[in-house]
């Protein structure tokens, strides 16, 4: 039978030279014996991949060893919190643990075409257990205001003011009136600018001089989206019409401008209950934390709300 050495800590790596001694004097029944560290708890967890084809993997220069996890999942992940336990099956979710003849870059894992070189030395196959993805997604609309965990729906939490179908704490205008809200705020985000003093705040003020017409129908035109932009006369009054109570020209425009937020995904991964298997030798794991990944997804999304019915 073989010996299989894992050189975790300096206390396995004193009964190493008893294991070889071992061999020496009582042979191997099925082939040599087979050194590994099998230490990847300080090394970075890495990623790349797409639907269908996500690879999460560490690489532990010192032994010229890896550790990667592929799932073949063709659902786009990292767009929203979520707990994915996914079974490995040894094919499409599949663990392998590779020890190589030379250094090994992120290039052996994340190019199109994979370098020729290194040779794998050992190839284990992880058969069978379970990955977990622990996915953290936060939503931001950059707007000033801080978030409120409330369905209230004057709160920047998750109600939808003006029922637009994006929560008040990732839309970029809370009210619906084409005026952005980090324009809308004001200079002091925790008193906002009240323009009419009604006692709504302008970024949930559908008429925020008080006119009679709404902030989203003091424009142009009907292709007009930017009531900002619109300022009747600059020598008698530089505020924007929305912001003029004199003018009140009226254009009906029922459409909502492109809004934007921001999206960062955090993940964690790990591995429980792993049999990996390389002909006829076995190493399992009962737990593996492969780690975290911060900001796997960092993005701006840019999306045009459908106006309510």
């Known amino acids: 039978m073989c010996y299989f050495v894992f050189l975790e800590n300096t206390a396995m790596k004193k009964y190493f ?14 082939g040599d014996i087979i050194y590994t560290s099998f230490n990847f708890s300080n090394v970075d967890l890495q990623f790349c991949g797409d639907p269908g084809d996500y690879l999460f993997f560490k690489i532990n220069d010192a032994a010229n060893e890896s550790l990667a996890l592929q799932l073949g999942t063709t ?56 990955s977990t993805l622990f996915i953290t997604t936060v939503f931001d609309d950059n707007d000033g205001i801080p978030f409120d965990n409330s369905f209230d729906i004057l709160g920047e939490g998750f109600g939808d003011f003006d029922e637009d179908g994006l929560p008040n704490f990732y839309d970029y205008d809370d009210d619906g009136d084409n005026v952005p809200t980090a324009n809308e705020i004001g200079e002091d985000p925790d008193n906002p600018r009240d323009f009419d003093g009604d006692g709504f705040p302008d970024y949930l003020d559908e008429d925020d001089d008080n006119d009679g017409v709404l902030t989203r129908y003091e424009v142009s ?77 960092n993005t701006d999304i840019a999306i045009t709300p459908p106006f309510p019915d």
């Open 75 to 130: 659902e786009e992940l990292f767009l929203v919190s979520d707990t994915l336990a996914i079974s490995l099956d040894g094919t499409t979710n599949v663990v392998h643990f590779r020890s190589f003849n030379g250094t090994v870059s992120a290039d052996y894992f994340c190019d199109n075409i994979p370098p020729t070189t290194p040779d794998v030395a050992t190839d284990f196959i992880g058969s069978d257990g379970e």
């Open 221 to 297: 035109s009907e292709t007009d989206l930017n009531p900002l932009d619109n300022i009747f006369d600059p020598s008698v009054n530089p505020n924007p019409d929305y912001l003029n109570p004199d003018i009140h020209n009226e254009i009906i425009v029922d459409v909502f401008r492109s809004h934007s937020y921001n999206l960062k995904t955090d993940v964690r991964v790990i591995i429980e209950n792993l049999v990996l298997i390389s002909e006829t030798e076995q190493i399992t794991r009962e737990f593996l934390n492969m780690g975290t990944l911060v900001d796997i997804v």
């Open 17 to 30: 030279f008893i294991l070889v001694l071992s061999a020496l004097v009582y042979g191997c029944d099925d």
